[in-house]
């Protein structure tokens, strides 16, 4: 008798592992499908029309695209208020909390490919505490054999998942630089008009007082000191305008840098330096830079690997069991004294009907991974036309700042010629207001473009795809 158990013993250790064997092999042979390619996502971005070799909005500068373009504009506040805001900005804290739990998902799927072991302990004296005497310990474990990829699948599209979140961790800080630097020249701009304005308003006190000055000696009249006073308190109310909006624009960075809104940031007396060109690279190697477009294409992985993982769940499911136990009893005899007591086995779990639920889930992980190409798509044609734009825009305003430099120019010499005729007697006060705001027009709006240069410039360079830092 005990060799007979002896002998099924050993069959019964003989198959299992033949199963074990044949269950390795299936898995071995089991290879992941890949994703779409970047060549593949590329050919769909534009499917009628191919690259072009350079850019079409003008002669961009050829070249590696800067990696420290911050450092470009030789602002040593600025680049501190950016170190600031990377610090202590409340949105990038969020962006970062989310790669910090996409990286948890990836280990919580990746626990799923190793075997899972559980004990369990038992004692208490004759009644264990729940009157069956039983006492002792159980050890179980059980393991999934992933043959047709399911669990694989499960884990390459939770690291897709956080490849996708820390790209658009990137390009949140890359844009919150962006924002600052964009925020910190409209503060800039804001308080040289301000400066602009006192100018004005000083242009405007000293024209009514020989206005006043003319009319005590008989050569004036009431009316151009009442015009030269209404102009007066025009240019006044415009300089409290400007004060306000150069307060607001203080406190939008305060906020941005995490700090509070007191208005207390002294904005530079002159805007920063611009280099003359900025290197554009080429058009083909835009979607391997942008970290937004990283990411996009990142998710197409990860929904196109949810989609084998919704096929493969199927599919059966083979699992292998084993467990020792080492179990007495005061209270009664058991059957098998031998302790401890050891077992292995396997099993099979088919799914034969759900109300096709596991079909209707794979329908739609296929839609999700549609939606994540379209998504691609938009996102690389969004970043050709940011850069077609920014592109535009650069060289636009750069003949746009010498055309109005000359007008400003010319207007001073109106000016200054028209408030000598109106001393001598030979022009009237009419004309002098007018080359007056003429004047001062003209500063403001090339104060304006030197201003949307820079703005423009920092578009750019987040269009581009370039850092704000090599550090970065």
């Known amino acids: 008798m005990a060799e007979k158990r002896t002998s099924s013993r050993a069959a019964g250790a003989v198959w299992r592992s033949r199963l074990l064997l044949a269950a390795c092999v299936a898995l071995a042979s089991c290879i992941l499908e890949s994703p779409p390619s970047s060549d593949e996502l590329r050919e769909q971005v534009l499917p009628t029309t191919p690259l072009p070799d350079q850019w079409t909005a003008g002669p961009a500068t050829p070249g590696d695209v800067e990696r420290d373009w911050l450092a470009t504009f030789a602002d040593t506040k600025l680049e501190e208020l950016v170190a600031e805001a990377m610090k202590y900005n409340g949105d990038l804290r969020v962006a970062a909390s989310r790669v910090e739990q996409a990286a948890a998902y990836v280990r919580v799927a990746g626990g799923e490919l190793y075997p899972a072991v559980d004990a369990l302990g038992r004692a208490g004296g004759e009644m264990s505490g729940d009157n069956s005497g039983l006492q002792g310990v159980l050890v179980s474990a059980s393991w999934e054999l992933d043959v047709w990829g399911r669990v694989r699948y499960s884990v390459r599209s939770t690291k897709e998942q956080h490849a996708s979140a820390d790209a658009d961790f990137a390009f949140a800080r890359q844009s919150l630089a962006a924002l600052v630097a964009k925020s910190w020249f409209l503060a800039t701009e804001a308080a040289l008009q301000r400066d602009l304005l006192s100018e004005m308003v000083d242009a405007a006190a000293k024209l009514l007082e020989l206005a006043e000055q003319r009319l005590r000696v008989g050569i004036g009249s009431e009316l151009d000191v009442a015009s030269a006073r209404v102009n007066l308190q025009t240019y006044r109310d415009s300089l409290r305008q400007v004060q306000l909006a150069h307060e607001q624009s203080l406190r939008a960075l305060e906020l941005l840098v995490g700090r509070y809104p007191a208005a207390e940031i002294t904005a530079p007396t002159q805007l920063g330096s611009l280099v003359p060109t900025v ?32 096929q493969a769940a199927r599919l059966p499911r ?155």
């Not at 650069?394 to 000016?415: G, M, P, T, W, Y």
Request: cysteine-free; glycine content about 6%.
């Open 318 to 472: 083979i699992s292998l069991t084993g467990s020792g136990s080492d179990i007495t009893s005061d209270l009664f005899v058991l059957q098998d004294r031998d302790n401890p007591v050891w077992s292995a086995g396997g099993s099979v779990f088919a799914p034969l009907f759900t109300g096709g639920a596991l079909k209707a889930q794979v329908e739609v992980r296929t839609a999700e991974q549609k939606q994540a190409i379209a998504q691609y798509i938009q996102t690389a044609l969004k970043a050709f036309g940011d850069v077609e734009n920014a592109l535009s825009s650069e060289f636009a305003l750069q003949d746009r700042e010498a055309i109005l430099a000359s007008a400003a120019i010319d207007a001073e010499r109106a000016l200054r010629l028209a408030e000598t005729r109106y001393r001598v007697g030979s022009g009237d006060l009419r004309s002098v207001q007018q080359q007056q705001l003429a004047y001062h027009v003209s500063r403001m709006n090339l104060l304006r473009v030197q201003s949307e240069r820079r703005v423009q410039r920092v578009n750019l360079h987040l269009a581009l795809g370039g850092d704000f830092a090599v550090n970065a």
């Open 279 to 310: 290197p554009a690279g080429l058009p083909s190697e835009l979607l391997e830079r942008r970290p937004d477009v990283i990411a996009a294409e990142q998710r197409v992985a990860a929904a196109f690997s949810r989609v084998k993982e919704a």
